[in-house]
C-alpha cells in the first residue's frame, strides 16, 4: 500500500525558517517525480516544487524561487522541502504528492502538514 | 505565467449531469488531471491524462476534450459527489505545473 506521511510543519515567526520531510513506502520511491502542493486556508491548491526521479531537474514556483529547496534520498524514501525567509502568505498546509509525470499527475498523496508563518 | 482557468461554481440536483470545463493555451499539447476534495482531505486524483479513470474511481466521472478546454463531467451525480474539483495541466514545455482555481460542486 502506497503511503506519504509529511512532518515538520509548525509555527515561525516571519523571515523565520522551517524544514518539512515526506516519508514515503509501498513503491519504487526512485522511479517517480515527487512534489510539494500546497492550500492556504479556504483557498485552492498550488504546486510549489517538484523534483525529477534521480534528482537532476528541479522546479519552483515563480513566488518561492530563491527562498525554498526541494531535494530527495532515494535511499531514504524520502523527499523534503527546506523554507528561508517565510512570508505571511506562505502560511498554507502543506502536501507532498506522487508524480506520475513530469507535468504532475499526482496519484497519491499525503494527509498535509501545516506550516503558520506568523509573528 | 500559465494559468488554466475554470468556473468557481457549479450546482447540479441528485441524477443530473455535472460538467465543469477548465480552459487553457497549453492544454492540447499538456495533459489535464483532476482531482476531487472535500474538506479537511488531501485531494484525490479522479481524471488522469486527459481521459483516464484510475482504478477504484466510480464511472460515472468521464472526461473529454476540445482544442484549449477539457472537460469534466460527473453524470447521475449523488450527494457524495459535493467537493471542491481542481484542474491540474502544465504550461507548453512540460515543466511548471499549474492548478486552476477550483470549482465548488454543489448538489442540490
Known amino acids: 500500500e502506497v503511503e506519504m506521511a509529511e512532518s515538520g510543519g509548525g509555527l515561525v515567526q516571519p523571515g523565520g525558517s522551517l524544514s518539512l520531510s515526506c516519508a514515503a513506502s509501498g513503491f519504487t520511491f526512485s522511479s517517480y517525480w515527487m512534489s510539494w502542493v500546497r492550500q492556504a486556508p479556504g483557498k485552492g491548491l498550488e504546486w510549489v516544487a517538484d523534483i525529477r526521479k534521480d534528482g537532476s531537474e528541479i522546479y519552483y514556483v515563480d513566488s518561492v524561487k530563491g527562498r525554498f529547496t526541494i531535494s530527495r534520498d532515494n535511499a531514504k524514501n524520502s523527499v523534503y522541502l527546506e523554507m528561508h525567509n517565510l512570508r505571511a502568505e506562505d502560511t498554507a498546509v502543506y502536501f507532498c504528492?506522487?508524480?506520475?509525470?513530469?507535468?504532475?499527475?499526482?496519484?497519491?498523496w499525503g494527509q498535509g502538514t501545516l506550516v503558520t508563518v506568523s509573528s | 505565467s500559465y494559468e488554466v482557468t475554470q468556473p468557481p461554481s457549479v450546482s447540479v440536483s441528485p441524477g443530473q449531469t455535472a460538467r465543469i470545463t477548465c480552459s487553457g493555451d497549453?492544454?492540447?499539447?499538456?495533459?489535464a488531471f483532476w482531482y476531487q476534495q472535500k474538506p479537511g482531505q488531501a485531494p484525490v486524483l479522479v481524471i488522469s491524462?486527459?481521459?483516464e479513470r484510475p482504478s477504484g474511481i466510480p464511472e460515472r466521472f468521464s472526461a473529454s476534450t476540445s482544442g484549449t478546454t477539457v472537460t469534466l463531467t460527473i453524470s447521475g451525480v449523488q450527494a457524495e459527489d459535493e467537493a471542491d474539483y481542481y484542474c491540474q495541466s502544465a504550461d507548453s514545455r512540460g515543466t511548471y505545473v499549474v492548478f486552476g482555481g477550483g470549482t465548488k460542486l454543489t448538489v442540490l
Open positions: 504528492a506522487r508524480g506520475l509525470i513530469a507535468g504532475g499527475g499526482f496519484d497519491y
Open positions: 491524462k486527459d481521459t
Open positions: 497549453a492544454l492540447p499539447k499538456q495533459y
